[in-house]
């Protein structure tokens, strides 16, 4: 597949571990901050959401947490599995459907 | 229910040409926005349309235009092609009201040469 995500910090894990992925934002006026999946050759895939009056959202597997005092955001992926190895991006969404992406972190998980 | 359907997948296009990108929301979908994506600059925001009109616009050369029809779908135009504008070129769609759930199709790679 075609590599949009070269020279991206890379976080290696085994199978079953957690992975953290870490993301600064700009933005305080973001009303809305969001994760993406990339495979290679696909379209960015959303995985979950957090509003910016929030700390802390859980999904199925998956946690997003918000520090608002550092402008911080991370992504906790529990039991990583083969299949999560992707891209990660984080997103700002500021009014209507516009988002300002981070530059990604490619996850490999070793099985 | 199809997710956000973009044509053509794969282009190559010579300096100086122009084209055409197509876009097909989700069904029900009347937001659309696009995104060009290259390694270097990552994923940037190009334009943003809601009901036929252009709702906000990223900082890109006029080269850069776009249009939404009255079924939502959509088109982006690039005009006289650089070999810079070599990327995959993504459009996403949302709900009025669901903002904050942005999907994405799989994108149209462009090659210039």
């Known amino acids: 597949g075609e590599n949009v995500g070269l020279h991206l910090p890379t976080l290696s894990v085994q199978e079953g571990d957690n992975s953290i992925i870490n993301c600064a934002y700009s933005?305080?006026?973001?009303?809305?901050f969001i994760w993406y999946k990339q495979e290679s050759g696909k379209g960015p895939q959303f995985i979950i959401d957090?509003?910016?009056?929030?700390d802390k959202r859980q999904g199925q597997r998956v946690t997003v947490l918000l520090n608002k005092t550092v402008k911080h955001l991370s992504l906790q992926i529990a039991a990583t599995q083969p299949g999560d190895s992707a891209v990660y991006f984080c997103a700002e969404k500021r009014g209507y459907s516009t988002l300002t992406f981070g530059k990604g972190t490619m996850l490999l998980v070793s099985p | 229910k199809a997710g956000v359907t973009q044509t053509p997948r794969y282009l190559i296009k010579t300096r100086g040409q122009q084209v055409t990108l197509s876009c097909s929301p989700i069904s029900g979908h009347r937001s659309v926005s696009w995104y060009q994506q290259t390694p270097g600059q990552g994923l940037q925001f190009l334009f943003e349309?809601?009901?036929?009109?252009?709702?906000n616009k990223g900082n890109f050369p006029g080269r850069f235009s776009g249009r939404q029809f009255s079924n939502s779908r959509s088109e982006m135009n690039v005009s006289t092609l650089e070999l810079g504008d070599s990327a995959l070129y993504l459009c996403a769609s949302s709900l009025e009201g669901d903002g904050n759930t942005i999907y994405f199709g799989e994108g149209s790679w462009l090659t210039v040469v």
């Open positions: 957090i509003r910016s009056n929030m």
């Open positions: 933005n305080s006026a973001s009303d809305y």
């Open positions: 349309y809601f009901s036929e009109t252009q709702r």
